[in-house]
T-cell receptor, first 113, second 114 residues
Framework: GQQLNQSPQSMFIQEGEDVSMNCTSSSIFNTWLWYKQDPGEGPVLLIALYKAGELTSNGRLTAQFGITRKDSFLNISASIPSDVGIYFCAGQPYPNYGQNFVFGPGTRLSVLP | DSGVTQTPKHLITATGQRVTLRCSPRSGDLSVYWYQQSLDQGLQFLIQYYNGEERAKGNILERFSAQQFPDLHSELNLSSLELGDSALYFC?????????????FGPGTRLLVL
């Protein structure tokens, strides 16, 4: 079945730095969702993308739906300590009828003060 | 707050026992998904219901079953529990629009099998 790869697996950054992470697949996806999960909590939806090339922002977060429809990117600007957590991407494969969301393994972000 | 509720928040039980996890979707959402997340692992899709009917099955064990009731709440039943079933269990509900579908997760139930 479809699989999603996320990179990097983990990253350590200084507070105030910008962060970039991505999610890739070998097949085409219709929808990309980005979530943040704190330890022991449920994933919280950050951004949803539905069209190739779409660029959407949510505060300091910006995500893009890759034009090949096989990848998506998430950027966080001016990181702060509360950005710490695991960031998951999820995609809905094309064609999406009856297809469920596929989740990436996550990128673990640590922010150093 | 995503609007998806799950109970109980924590559950501790013994091997061989049976438990039921409950989920209420966001108001108006017809789809409910169940996921399992083991320690430091990604989300594993178990099963999806849409308006009371099973729509898709993922990596769900035969010892596990689920249903969605007319009021759209869902229950996940786990039986003959084993140590390896200890995990976080999440429910998500989804809304479909002309743009696409979006999933919202509940806070999860942490199951510990001793």
């Amino acid at each position: 079945g479809q699989q999603l790869n996320q990179s990097p697996q983990s990253m350590f950054i200084q507070e105030g730095e910008d962060v970039s992470m991505n999610c890739t697949s070998s097949s085409i996806f219709n929808t990309w969702l980005w979530y943040k999960q704190d330890p022991g909590e449920g994933p919280v939806l950050l951004i949803a993308l539905y069209k190739a090339g779409e660029l959407t922002s949510n505060g300091r977060l910006t995500a893009q739906f890759g034009i090949t429809r096989k990848d998506s990117f998430l950027n966080i600007s001016a990181s702060i300590p509360s950005d710490v957590g695991i960031y998951f991407c999820a995609g809905q494969p094309y064609p999406n009828y009856g297809q469920n969301f596929v989740f990436g393994p996550g990128t673990r972000l640590s922010v150093l003060p | 707050d995503s609007g998806v509720t799950q109970t109980p928040k924590h559950l501790i039980t013994a091997t061989g026992q049976r438990v039921t996890l409950r989920c209420s979707p966001r108001s108006g959402d017809l789809s409910v998904y169940w996921y399992q997340q083991s320690l430091d692992q990604g989300l594993q899709f178990l099963i999806q219901y849409y308006n009371g009917e099973e729509r898709a099955k993922g990596n769900i064990l035969e010892r596990f079953s689920a249903q969605q009731f007319p009021d759209l709440h869902s229950e996940l039943n786990l039986s003959s529990l084993e140590l390896g079933d200890s995990a976080l269990y999440f429910c998500a509900s989804s809304v479909a629009s002309r743009a696409g579908e979006t999933q919202y997760f509940g806070p999860g139930t942490r199951l510990l099998v001793l």
